[in-house]
């Protein structure tokens, strides 16, 4: 009886000592996991500080490329400076000299030596003894003077009159109209550029000046010479800004630049024709000139469109070298024999005939302005 009550006690201890060793044990267990997830937290936390840390080091690193950049480009600036100022420098000494070698020829000048005292007061002795006798001689010379004076007055007089006479007798008109008659019925433009150079040269300031330097325009307009042209037009548009000769010279100025190729001048100053003076003849050839102009070039947009849709729509044309080789005929060993006979490539692909670009859009003809 005794060793059962013993046993069960001991049983009862031990159960009750493994009942506190594992009350133990899940105290330990919350109480490290607890502790695990505070690191787990605080793991975190210093992930996230570092993550910023490393944001800021690398604002921080552009920064500083920023701040270099800065530096290398003030000290090239300084650099420059530098250079300046020492050719600043070099400048300012070079003056000095250039002052200062001035200053001495000054001095030179303003304190003169003995010699050249010596001879001024020499020459001041001999004017002086000469003196009188040059008094003598300026009065007789005054009166004769005074003498001719009267009769060169006289004879002025009578020239004057004369002269007044002969040029209301002289009118340069008719050489002007010598000139038109030269350029618009004989056709001597050789000879009319003479004339109307001649009479600007005798009348610069006539009522028809401005016609002669628009004609001597013309002329060279005519003969091809379209630079020489343009700078006469210019002339009459610069000289005689009053004239009535300044919209056919701007006007013949935009063909001018147009047959030399300068295709946006010339579009410009035809259209400075028609805003400038709009209800002129002239305005109204220059807006017809503009329109030819367009439906020509538009026409000849056109027809390189339908010639290129030509060159790529008919392709069985251009290439025909399936024909040219024969493989049956060239096959049988009897013809074969012949290669001269059996293939004959230069006849067979003319590929020149099916495309001829060259041929069909001339673009000379197709881009005559006038």
């Known amino acids: 009886m005794k060793k059962i009550i013993l046993s069960l006690t001991l049983s009862a201890m031990i159960v009750l000592t493994c ?6 044990l899940t105290f330990k267990k919350k109480s490290l996991r607890k502790t695990v997830e505070e690191l787990q937290v605080k793991v975190t936390s210093n992930a996230e500080k570092i993550t910023r840390t490393d944001s800021s080091l690398a604002d921080i690193g552009a920064d500083m490329d920023v701040m270099r950049q800065d530096l290398t480009t003030l000290g090239g600036r300084l650099e420059e400076k530098a250079f300046d100022m020492e050719q600043i420098r070099e400048t300012v000494d070079l003056l000095s000299g250039t002052i200062q070698k001035l200053e001495e020829r000054i001095k030179a000048l303003e304190t003169p030596s003995e010699e050249a005292l010596q001879k001024e007061a020499a020459e001041a002795i001999k004017k002086a003894e000469e003196s009188k006798t040059q008094t003598e001689l300026f009065a007789e010379i005054n009166t ?16 004057r009159d004369k002269g007044s006479e002969a040029k209301e007798k002289a009118d340069p008109t008719p050489e002007y109209t010598e000139g038109l008659d030269l350029v618009r019925k004989k ?38 010479e379209y630079e020489k042209a343009i700078l006469e037009f210019n002339k009459v548009i610069k ?37 400038k003076y709009p209800d002129s003849p002239e305005a109204k050839m220059a807006g017809d000139h503009l329109k030819k102009t367009a439906k020509k070039t538009k026409k000849n947009n056109k027809k390189k469109t339908i010639k290129r849709d030509k060159r790529t729509t008919k392709p069985e044309e251009a290439a025909k070298p399936e024909k040219a080789s ?15 006979k059996a293939s004959k490539p230069e006849k067979a692909s003319k590929p020149e005939k099916a495309s001829k670009p060259e041929k069909a859009s001339k673009p000379e003809e197709a881009a005559k302005p006038e």
């Open 144 to 159: 004769a003077l005074a003498a001719l004076r009267a009769r060169i007055d006289a004879v002025e007089g009578i020239n």
């Open 19 to 24: 009942f506190d060793y594992s009350s133990a």
């Open 187 to 224: 056709k001597d433009y050789k000879k009319a550029l003479v004339v109307f150079k001649d009479f600007l040269s005798k009348n610069p300031r006539h009522d028809l000046a401005d016609n002669a330097r628009y004609w001597i325009g013309e002329i060279y307009y005519v003969r091809g």
């Open 239 to 275: 000289d005689y800004k009053d004239g009535d000769k300044v919209a056919a010279a701007i006007l013949k100025q935009g063909y001018s630049f147009e047959k030399l190729g300068s295709k946006k001048e010339a579009r410009m100053l035809l259209n400075k024709v028609i805003k």
């Open 326 to 340: 024969k493989p049956e005929k060239a096959s049988k060993p009897e013809k074969a024999s012949k290669p001269e």
